[in-house]
């Protein structure tokens, strides 16, 4: 089945410490997405990729790094220059024309 | 800044009755907009999408769109306890794939 899986479903991350949320897909979609959700709001968007080895800063993309290395891959990097990183995150994409799809998301904690 | 503006609720509505959720949209060149559904600790899944003005029906769902009063709203015929959820309005401008989202409306189907 196509679809887009993210990994790991819970993260925890140290004091100091960078960690990497994998987002993956299989439906051969040109854009992915990366947004953060605070417990009662909404999505808001980290960064995005429309092709290959290209992205785009989304609204808060501060302490955070991807890399578009694959069409079918798109990795979040929390750093430990995000100092509020416990939320939500949920990757998604989509083909052009077509309406965006989600993954399941990860939810990250502060240990 | 592009917004999307979203009542957040609670709406609360009797079983069988019809739900009415409301999106304002700032940026013009929106060219598509999404309906999302998002239960508690779950992703938002795509319940609506409409790209014309006017009424796209999709059995007890109906999204309307008014483009010349940047507004979108969608109703939910015959609401069903699982209906009760909270509803994402996105939407995309066509120039570079940006989707922008509300914060959401909590809806909450009285049995």
């Known amino acids: 089945d196509g679809g887009i899986t993210q990994s790991p479903k819970y993260l925890f991350r140290k004091e100091g410490q960078n960690v990497t949320l994998s987002c993956e897909q299989n439906l051969n979609h040109d854009a992915m997405y990366w947004y953060r959700q605070d417990p009662g709001q909404g999505l808001r968007l980290i960064y995005y990729s429309q092709i290959v080895n290209d992205f785009q800063k989304g609204d808060i993309a501060e302490g955070y790094s991807v890399s578009r290395e694959k069409k079918e891959s798109f990795p979040l990097t929390v750093t430990s220059a995000q100092k509020n990183p416990t939320a939500f995150y949920l990757c998604?994409?989509?083909?052009?024309?077509?309406?965006?799809?989600f993954g399941d998301g990860t939810r990250l904690s502060i240990l | 800044q592009k917004e999307v503006e979203q009542n957040s609720g609670p709406l609360s509505v009797p079983e069988g009755a019809i739900a009415s959720l409301n999106c304002t949209y700032s940026?013009?060149?929106?060219?598509?907009f999404f309906w999302y559904r998002q239960y508690s600790g779950k992703s938002p899944e795509l319940i609506m999408f409409i790209y014309s003005n006017g009424d796209k029906e999709d059995g007890r769902f109906t999204a309307q769109l008014n483009k010349a009063s940047q507004y979108v709203s969608l109703l939910i015929r015959d609401s069903q306890p699982s209906d009760s959820a909270t509803y994402l309005c996105?939407?995309?401008?066509?120039?570079?794939?940006?989707?922008?989202f509300g914060k959401g409306t909590r809806l909450h189907i009285l049995p």
């Open positions: 940026d013009r060149g929106s060219q598509s």
């Open positions: 998604a994409s989509l083909s052009l024309g077509q309406p965006q799809h």
């Open positions: 996105a939407t995309r401008l066509n120039r570079d794939d940006k989707i922008i």
